[in-house]
Every structure is written in structure tokens, then in C-alpha cells.
């Protein structure tokens, strides 16, 4: 019997440890996507808006809206987001925002995960 209750102990622990393990896997992957998002949304539009001229830009509510959209097409659809802009300017070529990431963890716990990112794009 003693040997039953400790086959059961150490299986709850060997389980509870995968799944610790794989929890902190989800919110490194969480974060990862997060950062990597956002600096290819603020590199393109920034481009677009200044050096390249692909398509115009015309105020920072535009700048603003298509670095929104670059990085909703980039963003998997599994978490809520809060996003605040400190600062967005199209003249000076800053962009300076924070995205906070809400997600379910596997076995339905909650977290979240944030990324601040400024951005300045000189003109060549």
C-alpha cells in the first residue's frame, strides 16, 4: 500500500512539473511574438510613412492605425491586447508605444505578458 501512495505522489509531481514547464514555455512564446510583432510593425509603417513613400501617410492618427494593422495581421488571434501610444509623431519619425498581452495558460490559468518598444527613423 505504501508503495502505491508513493507511485501516486511522485506521478502528481512528475505531472504538476511538465506542466509548470510548459506553462512557462507558453508565456516566453507569448512574449517572443509579442516583441518581434511589434518591431515589424513600427520598422514598416516608420518606412513607409518616411523613407520610402510607398503609400501616404498623411497625420499620426494614419501612422498610428497602419502600425495597428501590421501588427494584428502578425499577432495570433489566442489573446486580448491593451495597447497604449505615448507617443506617435510623423514629423520627427517617433513612435513609442506599450502592448499588453492577456492569454489563457494550458489548464485555464490567466497571464500576461507586455512589450514597450520606442522607435526613431532618421531620414537618409
Known amino acids: 500500500m505504501r508503495q502505491i501512495a508513493w507511485a501516486f505522489i511522485f506521478i502528481c509531481i512528475l505531472l504538476g512539473g511538465i506542466r509548470c514547464v ?11 511574438e509579442l516583441e518581434m510583432a511589434m518591431e515589424m ?21 494614419e501612422l498610428y492605425a ?9 499577432l495570433g488571434a489566442d ?10 509623431n510623423l514629423e520627427k519619425g517617433i513612435m513609442d508605444i506599450e502592448v499588453i ?3 489563457t495558460l494550458p489548464g485555464g490559468g490567466e497571464a500576461q505578458v507586455s512589450c514597450r518598444k520606442y522607435a526613431v527613423i532618421a531620414e537618409c
Do not use: K, N, P, W
Open 22 to 32: 510548459y506553462c512557462m514555455e507558453s508565456r516566453q512564446l507569448h512574449r517572443e
Open 41 to 61: 510593425s513600427m520598422r514598416h509603417s516608420l518606412t513607409a510613412a518616411g523613407i520610402s513613400r510607398e503609400y501616404s501617410i498623411a497625420d499620426d492618427r
Open 66 to 74: 497602419d502600425f495597428l494593422g501590421e501588427l494584428f495581421l502578425i
Open 79 to 88: 489573446a486580448e491586447f491593451d495597447i497604449t501610444s505615448y507617443e506617435v
Open 101 to 103: 498581452s492577456y492569454f
